[in-house]
């Protein structure tokens, strides 16, 4: 089992900047990639983030190419989010693909993908 826990959420003004932490515990072990996914009130869970076991390769959403940016060091996962916006509100989930053995940079944005998450971060930003 992999264990993965979210820190960093909180309530920002319109503009402002958050990071998000994910750190994991457990079965660590493999090359596999990790991912942040979003969930507004109503809505669907939607990708945010991935990147690839090395780091060499990331992918975003468009909603937010340009302001948010994933970074990992080994297991861990972390999401910096600059020029926040009133719809950038959600609950914010680390997910990670771990134990799993992936060649290449491989990224998805499916979160069918991932086995593992976390139980979640509010994010708030106010107008």
């Known amino acids: 089992q992999v264990q993965l826990v979210e820190s960093g959420g909180g309530l920002v003004q319109a503009g402002g900047s958050l990071r998000l932490s994910c750190g994991a515990s457990g079965r660590t072990f493999g090359t596999y990639p990790m991912a942040w996914f979003r969930q507004a009130p109503g809505m669907d869970r939607e990708f945010v983030a991935t990147?690839?076991?090395?780091?060499?390769r990331t992918d975003y959403a468009d909603s937010v190419k340009g302001r948010f940016t994933i970074s990992r060091d080994n297991a861990n996962v972390d999401l910096q989010m600059n020029s926040l916006k009133p719809e950038d509100t959600a609950v914010y989930y680390c997910?990670?693909?771990?134990?799993?053995?992936?060649?290449?940079?491989?990224?998805?944005?499916?979160?069918?993908?991932?086995?593992?998450w976390g139980q979640g971060t509010q994010v708030t930003v106010s107008s």
């Open positions: 990147i690839s076991w090395t780091g060499g």
């Open positions: 997910a990670s693909d771990a134990a799993k053995y992936y060649t290449g940079d491989y990224v998805s944005r499916e979160a069918a993908a991932y086995n593992y």
